[in-house]
């Protein structure tokens, strides 16, 4: 017995996203849903499901799929073969290409993110930060926010995720200014950030969703101008580009000497 409504779950999303699903991609990842939704210990509810948890469930998938597989393309491309002017629909469904900061040399970056992932995988501090003594103190005689909270007492202290547990503060990747390549699985389209948009940042993983509201294409460069207003992220993150992360793509761009 069915149990997921394949016209009602197309017709949903296309209602939610704006965006068409291609049939023969919603039929496989039905029956991977199902197949779940077998082996799950309520499956005599299985069959139950109100439609709007089964849409959900086929949009877990879909933000993990990549959106050549999954959805039909919505960009339209003028007589030079570029985009200029999105869908009329008020928003277009895209999935993040390639995401770098073009506000901050590759160099600097690569250096950050280094040090982030090596304060948070194994513990050894950034070369700004002086080196512990034995007993885990600053060695420095720096004051620093720990030794601040030391000479209160007692005293409460909002938690800060800015700083570790020694009061020196975190190894942060910078923001400049992000710019994004997105597809609709067949065109891409460069977009620039104007204005720092908080839901962003330059170690999203490649293929993350999004939905573009607004924006407009900046000419004579064809980019897509962005702001906060314009994108709203979906997540997602397609098990084919998970090697694809941040440190590895600044890597590769820095061995081509780009």
Same mark, same amino acid.
């Given at each position: ?57 086929? @949009? ?14 919505? &960009? ?9 002017? &999105? ?118 993983? @490649? ?15 064809? &980019? &897509? ?34």
């Amino acid at each position: 017995m069915t149990m997921i409504d394949r016209a009602g779950v197309t017709a949903g999303i296309k209602r939610k996203y704006g965006v068409s699903i291609r049939p023969q991609w919603l039929e496989k990842c039905v029956e991977h849903v199902e197949a779940e939704l077998a082996n799950a210990s309520n499956a005599s509810d299985a069959h139950n499901l109100h439609l709007e948890v089964q849409t959900r469930l086929v @949009i877990e998938q879909l933000l993990n799929s990549d959106i050549g597989e999954s959805c039909i393309p919505a &960009l339209t491309v003028d007589n030079n073969n570029q985009v200029n002017r &999105l869908p009329g629909t008020p928003y277009t469904f895209l999935q993040v290409q390639e995401i770098m900061d073009v506000g901050i040399s590759k160099h600097a970056m690569w250096e950050a993110v280094r040090e982030k992932e090596d304060f948070e995988q194994c513990g050894i501090r950034p070369s700004y930060l002086p080196a512990l003594d034995e007993d885990g103190d600053d060695s420095s005689g720096v004051f620093t926010a720990n030794t601040q909270a030391n000479t209160q007492g007692s005293a409460a202290h909002a938690p800060n995720d800015d700083v570790d547990a020694n009061g020196d503060r975190k190894p942060k990747i910078p923001h400049g200014m992000l710019k994004l390549v997105l597809t609709d699985g067949r065109t891409r389209i460069s977009a620039l950030e104007l204005t720092p948009i908080p839901q962003l940042n330059v170690g999203l993983p @490649i293929g993350t969703k999004v939905l573009v509201k607004g924006g407009q294409f900046m000419q004579p460069t064809g &980019l &897509l101008s962005l702001d906060a207003d314009g994108i709203q992220l979906l997540g997602g993150a397609p098990a084919q580009y998970e090697q694809f992360t941040l440190r590895t793509r600044l890597e590769s761009s820095l061995r081509r000497g780009q």
